[in-house]
Structures are given as structure tokens and as C-alpha cells.
């Protein structure tokens, strides 16, 4: 039903994170990773959908990039311990302060840098790196452009209904023109991915307590 290159990408992303032992709870705990991973994917994929032949990814690495983006949190957390609670901490005390910047701060790097060293190392696709380490800069349209956009449209998104750590719930415009798609598509297909709300937080629980 889903299809053979979304299965595979999907084991291949919950292999890749599955190592990683870190807490469940907190604002970059197991739960919160799989939740804003499985709703990020299945939107990131529908948004893919929507751009012009010429432009469109294949659906099955546009799936990955989104379950994958964040990597660099449970990296964090299963490898540094001590910063990835302090990490926790500060999120959790300033929600509205932007992610990057705590990271900046108490890490002197940011999650994307982390997860794209660890997925170059097991030399997974261009694509998905370029979407882990970009996927927070709007501004990016060097290779492979597309997939850092999709996943940042979709995190402006989920934002809005309270899920991950965008730096805003606005969609930018330069980005839907670069992707060639319309804000309203884009409400479009959150909406579809949203009516699948239960059985996306069925899997992430599932997910995050195997």
C-alpha cells in the first residue's frame, strides 16, 4: 500500500536512528523526535508532490529527508550527554527563543552540521545530508536545493499545530516560489497529512518506546 521506495526509505530511516540511546521525554527526547519525524516525512513527501515534473524529487528521499533532518539531536543525546541536557533545559525555559541560537550557544554548533557529519560518514544520499544540514536556511539553493526547502516549508507548517522547533510558523515566500507551489497547496496537503494525526502518533509511540 505504501510502496516499495517508501518502505525502504522508512526502514532505512528508523534503522539509521534506532542506535541512538536517548530519554523519551523533554523537548528533543525520543518522543517529541519521532512524532515531528513520521508528520515532517509524510509532509514532506506530500509537499513533493506538488512541484513540477522538472522539479520533483524522487518521493521515497523526499520521505527520508524528512524523517531524518533532526538526526543530529539523537546523535547529540547519545553521545554528549551532559550538553544534550542542558540543550533540553534551555528549550524548554525559552520555547520562543530561536533552536539554532541555543545551540549556538551552548554548543558552539547546530544539529544539522552534527546529523549531516554522521550520515556523510555512512554515506547515505547527497540529497538527505544537503536536507539535514540546510534545513533550517531559507536562503540555500545550492545542490540539491529542493529537499532543504521541503523540509523547512514543512517545519514552518508543523510549527503552527505545535509540533518541532522552527524558528517560525510563516512560510516564506521566496521559498514557495523557488519550489513553484502555492501556499494554498500547501494547506492543502497538511491537511490530508493531519487527518493521519492518529496513526502517525501511534507509530512515533511505537517508535519511541521499542
Keep these: 500500500v505504501l510502496g516499495y521506495e517508501l518502505v525502504l526509505n522508512l526502514a532505512l530511516g528508523i534503522a539509521a536512528a534506532k542506535p541512538f ?14 512524532q ?15 512541484l513540477p515534473t522538472e522539479l520533483r524529487p ?13 538526526l ?30 541555543i545551540e549556538m550557544e551552548v554548543l558552539g554548533i547546530d544539529h544539522g552540521q552534527l546529523g549531516a557529519w554522521l550520515m556523510q560518514s555512512w554515506r547515505l544520499p547527497e540529497e538527505t545530508i544537503i536536507a539535514v544540514k540546510e534545513h533550517h536556511n531559507e536562503s540555500y539553493r545550492g545542490p540539491f536545493a529542493i529537499f532543504p526547502l ?3 516549508t514543512s517545519d514552518r507548517i508543523l510549527r503552527q ?3 518541532g ?6 512560510l516564506p515566500s521566496a521559498v514557495l516560489q523557488f519550489l513553484e507551489i502555492s501556499e494554498y497547496e500547501v494547506l492543502a496537503v497538511t491537511k490530508r497529512v493531519l487527518e493521519k494525526g492518529p496513526e502517525l502518533t501511534a507509530m512515533a509511540n511505537d517508535l519511541a518506546t521499542a
Design 21 to 34: 540511546k536517548v530519554p523519551r521525554k523533554g523537548p528533543l527526547g525520543l518522543d517529541a523526535f519521532w
Design 58 to 70: 524522487s518521493p521515497g528521499l523526499a520521505y527520508l529527508a524528512g524523517l531524518l533532518h533532526n
Design 161 to 163: 499545530q505545535g509540533i
Design 36 to 50: 515531528h519525524a513520521l508528520y515532517s516525512a509524510a509532509l514532506t513527501q506530500g509537499l513533493s508532490s506538488l
Design 165 to 170: 522547533h522552527a524558528s517560525s510558523g510563516m
Design 150 to 152: 521541503l523540509v523547512l
Design 72 to 101: 543530529g539531536h539523537i546523535l547529540l543525546g547519545h553521545l554528549f550527554k551532559q550538553e544534550y541536557l542542558i540543550l533540553n533545559k534551555f528549550i524548554a525555559q525559552e520555547p520562543d527563543r530561536p533552536l539554532l541560537e
